[in-house]
């Protein structure tokens, strides 16, 4: 049950490759941010999997996937950020980055409830992540996105 929230509470909140560039300068069209944000949705949904293959056994692997889930979640949201969306894009952009946001403060919270071995807490911020979702959804469908719109 435990992996299954962790799932559902990131699900759009999957990872990308680590950020180790600076951000553009150059302003990218409506087609360039579309394309290049679902291919870090993609890779970060691939990297979720891999992490979540196994479900944790106690609570201190419990701590540690999700670590590395924040990790991941915290790489995706830099490399997002560092995309300039086109002038038409910006608002919508900016609150979808911005719900992102909101889910990875919980993806944290959990982690340090975890942490804490306080289940209850770990439960509650799963739980408002996932049902923060369907709206993340929708602002990934605002921007244009395809395979960050989906759950």
């Known amino acids: ?4 929230l962790i ?11 680590a950020a180790g560039c600076g951000g553009d ?7 360039e941010l579309i394309s290049r944000g679902d291919a870090i949705c993609a890779e970060g949904r691939q990297r979720f999997d891999e992490v979540q293959a196994e479900a944790p ?19 995706e949201l ?14 919508s952009y900016d609150r979808y980055l911005e719900a992102r946001g909101r889910a990875l403060e919980l993806l944290e919270h959990g982690r340090d409830a975890a942490d804490d071995k306080d289940a209850e807490a770990y439960g509650q911020a799963q739980a408002k ?23």
């Open 78 to 91: 830099n490399e997002l950020r560092n995309i300039q969306p086109p002038d038409e894009l910006r608002e």
């Open 1 to 4: 049950m435990r992996r299954r």
């Open 129 to 151: 992540a996932a049902a923060e979702e369907p709206q993340r959804r929708k602002l990934a469908r605002a921007v244009g996105f395809k395979v960050c719109s989906k759950g």
């Open 57 to 75: 056994a106690n609570a201190a692997a419990a701590v540690d996937q999700t670590q590395e889930l924040v990790d991941i979640a915290t790489d």
């Open 7 to 17: 799932v559902v509470a990131l699900a759009v909140v999957p990872a990308a490759t």
């Open 25 to 31: 300068t150059d302003q990218v069209t409506a087609e």
